[in-house]
């Protein structure tokens, strides 16, 4: 998986606690990425880092929160989880040098939210 | 119109036959093209990426690839079972690496 983990890599949780996932990579790529997959909708991009401490919102932020105090790792955070937050959710990295860079991704975190 | 569009399948080809798998897309401004495969209760894995008009072959995949159409494709000759997967398509969105991906195509092969 290139170089990336994520944790933990199962989770059952109730409905208004907060989740924290964490991605890890050992490549030193520039570029990391959350995303969640759903039945029907396919990977959509949650957030995405572009470097320490800089961060932007993918395509579904609401209710996620992320942070990157190191190259290395990627969190991110379900203040107040929802069942509708159920999910499987993937981290990739990227080197991002140029558009042709692709993404690679870690093995996934399947959440439950009761 | 969705950004990138995908026919759910499933795909079902017998083996040693050839799958073709399609995928269009909206954003004329894309540059760069991938093809992820991804197993049931796996994560994605690049399998291609195709950023200019025409074939690239990388043993039994072909990326086809044409801008004027918004359309690529790819083709995997002489398929096996161990081919039966779910195949991402995923396109550049703007000057950043962001991808966008299609909702994918479920391929069967059948022994």
């Known amino acids: 998986d290139a170089g990336i983990t994520q944790s933990p890599r199962h989770k059952v949780t109730e409905t208004g606690t907060p989740v924290t996932l964490r991605c890890h990579q050992t490549e030193n790529h520039r570029y990391m990425y959350w995303y969640r997959q759903d039945p029907g909708h396919g990977l959509r991009l949650i957030h995405y880092?572009?470097?320490?401490?800089?961060?932007d919102k993918g395509e579904v932020s609401d209710g996620y929160s992320v942070s990157r105090s190191k190259t290395e790792d990627f969190l991110l955070t379900l203040e107040s989880a929802t069942s509708s937050q159920t999910s499987v959710y993937f981290c990739?990295?990227?080197?991002?040098?140029?558009?042709?860079?692709?993404?690679?991704f870690g093995p996934g975190t399947r959440l439950l939210v009761l | 119109q969705k950004e990138v569009e995908q026919n759910s399948g499933p795909l079902s080809v017998p083996e040693g036959a050839i799958a073709s798998l399609n995928c269009t897309y909206s954003d004329r401004g894309s540059q760069s093209f991938f093809w992820y495969r991804q197993y049931s209760g796996k994560s994605p894995e690049l399998i291609m990426s195709?950023?200019?008009?025409g074939d690239k072959e990388d043993g039994r995949f072909t990326a086809q690839l044409n801008k004027a159409s918004q359309y690529v494709s790819l083709l995997i000759r002489d398929s096996q079972p161990s081919d039966s997967a779910t195949y991402l398509c995923a396109v550049n969105k703007g000057s950043q690496g962001n991808l966008i991906f299609g909702k994918g195509t479920k391929l069967s092969v059948k022994p």
């Open positions: 880092s572009y470097g320490v401490k800089d961060t």
């Open positions: 195709i950023y200019s008009n």
């Open positions: 990739a990295i990227s080197p991002g040098r140029t558009y042709q860079e692709t993404q690679y």
